[in-house]
Protein backbone atom coordinates (compact mmCIF):
# COMPACT_ATOMS: atom_id res chain seq x y z
CA UNK A 1 0.00 0.00 0.00
CA UNK A 2 1.23 3.63 -0.90
CA UNK A 3 1.24 6.39 1.20
CA UNK A 4 1.47 10.15 0.25
CA UNK A 5 1.33 13.45 2.40
CA UNK A 6 0.08 16.42 1.04
CA UNK A 7 1.48 19.86 2.43
CA UNK A 8 -0.12 22.71 2.43
CA UNK A 9 1.14 26.66 1.75
CA UNK A 10 -1.08 29.46 3.66
CA UNK A 11 -0.61 33.41 3.12
CA UNK A 12 -1.51 36.11 1.85
CA UNK A 13 -1.16 36.41 -2.25
CA UNK A 14 1.48 38.97 -2.88
CA UNK A 15 1.93 39.33 -6.15
CA UNK A 16 1.43 37.78 -9.83
CA UNK A 17 3.30 38.35 -12.47
CA UNK A 18 4.40 36.79 -15.94
CA UNK A 19 8.12 35.39 -15.94
CA UNK A 20 9.66 36.13 -19.41
CA UNK A 21 10.66 33.67 -21.29
CA UNK A 22 14.90 33.13 -22.59
CA UNK A 23 17.98 31.23 -22.83
CA UNK A 24 19.45 30.17 -19.59
CA UNK A 25 23.50 31.33 -18.98
CA UNK A 26 24.26 28.00 -17.81
CA UNK A 27 22.87 25.80 -20.10
CA UNK A 28 22.28 27.82 -23.29
CA UNK A 29 18.58 26.08 -23.45
CA UNK A 30 15.79 28.86 -24.36
CA UNK A 31 12.48 28.86 -22.04
CA UNK A 32 8.95 29.97 -22.76
CA UNK A 33 7.71 32.76 -20.55
CA UNK A 34 6.25 31.16 -16.93
CA UNK A 35 3.37 32.34 -14.79
CA UNK A 36 4.28 32.86 -11.33
CA UNK A 37 3.04 34.37 -7.91
CA UNK A 38 4.37 34.78 -4.99
CA UNK A 39 2.72 34.38 -1.34
CA UNK A 40 3.65 35.50 1.90
CA UNK A 41 3.44 33.51 4.77
CA UNK A 42 4.27 32.97 8.34
CA UNK A 43 6.97 30.36 9.30
CA UNK A 44 7.33 28.63 12.77
CA UNK A 45 10.39 28.67 14.24
CA UNK A 46 11.73 26.23 15.79
CA UNK A 47 12.51 28.11 19.14
CA UNK A 48 9.06 29.28 19.15
CA UNK A 49 7.48 32.53 17.22
CA UNK A 50 7.54 32.56 13.56
CA UNK A 51 8.96 34.71 10.90
CA UNK A 52 7.65 36.31 7.49
CA UNK A 53 8.68 34.38 4.60
CA UNK A 54 7.83 35.20 0.68
CA UNK A 55 7.67 32.03 -1.45
CA UNK A 56 7.92 32.27 -5.27
CA UNK A 57 5.64 29.55 -7.22
CA UNK A 58 5.04 28.77 -10.53
CA UNK A 59 1.71 28.15 -11.63
CA UNK A 60 -0.29 26.72 -14.64
CA UNK A 61 -2.72 29.65 -15.06
CA UNK A 62 -1.86 33.41 -13.13
CA UNK A 63 -5.22 34.16 -13.65
CA UNK A 64 -6.68 32.29 -10.73
CA UNK A 65 -4.52 34.21 -8.31
CA UNK A 66 -5.00 37.64 -9.85
CA UNK A 67 -8.77 37.37 -8.00
CA UNK A 68 -6.93 36.63 -5.05
CA UNK A 69 -4.46 39.16 -4.56
CA UNK A 70 -3.80 40.90 -1.10
CA UNK A 71 -6.02 37.91 0.21
CA UNK A 72 -5.48 35.13 1.99
CA UNK A 73 -5.39 31.88 0.03
CA UNK A 74 -4.22 27.64 1.01
CA UNK A 75 -2.64 25.73 -1.62
CA UNK A 76 -0.80 22.26 -1.97
CA UNK A 77 2.61 22.05 -2.40
CA UNK A 78 5.33 19.51 -3.29
CA UNK A 79 8.96 20.23 -2.71
CA UNK A 80 12.14 19.61 -4.49
CA UNK A 81 16.07 20.06 -3.83
CA UNK A 82 18.07 22.32 -6.10
CA UNK A 83 21.75 22.10 -4.71
CA UNK A 84 21.15 23.09 -0.84
CA UNK A 85 18.12 25.39 -1.15
CA UNK A 86 14.41 23.78 -1.38
CA UNK A 87 11.87 24.75 -4.66
CA UNK A 88 8.55 24.67 -4.30
CA UNK A 89 5.69 23.84 -6.76
CA UNK A 90 2.07 23.65 -7.29
CA UNK A 91 0.46 20.28 -8.44
CA UNK A 92 -0.92 20.67 -11.70
CA UNK A 93 -4.73 21.30 -11.72
CA UNK A 94 -4.70 22.72 -8.10
CA UNK A 95 -5.92 25.79 -7.65
CA UNK A 96 -5.87 28.66 -4.74
CA UNK A 97 -8.67 28.17 -1.90
CA UNK A 98 -9.79 31.65 -0.22
CA UNK A 99 -9.02 31.84 3.62
CA UNK A 100 -10.07 34.02 6.46
CA UNK A 101 -8.35 36.41 7.77
CA UNK A 102 -5.85 37.68 5.48
CA UNK A 103 -2.30 38.52 7.40
Do not use: W
Not at 6 to 12: A, E, I, R, S
Not at 33 to 49: A, M, S, W
Amino acid sequence: MRSEAMFTLCGQVANVYVQPGGTSKKTGEEYDPRDKVQILGHVPLQGGGTKLDLVTLNVEDALLFESALNKTVRVPVGFYAVGKSVGYFIPQGAAPELVSPSI
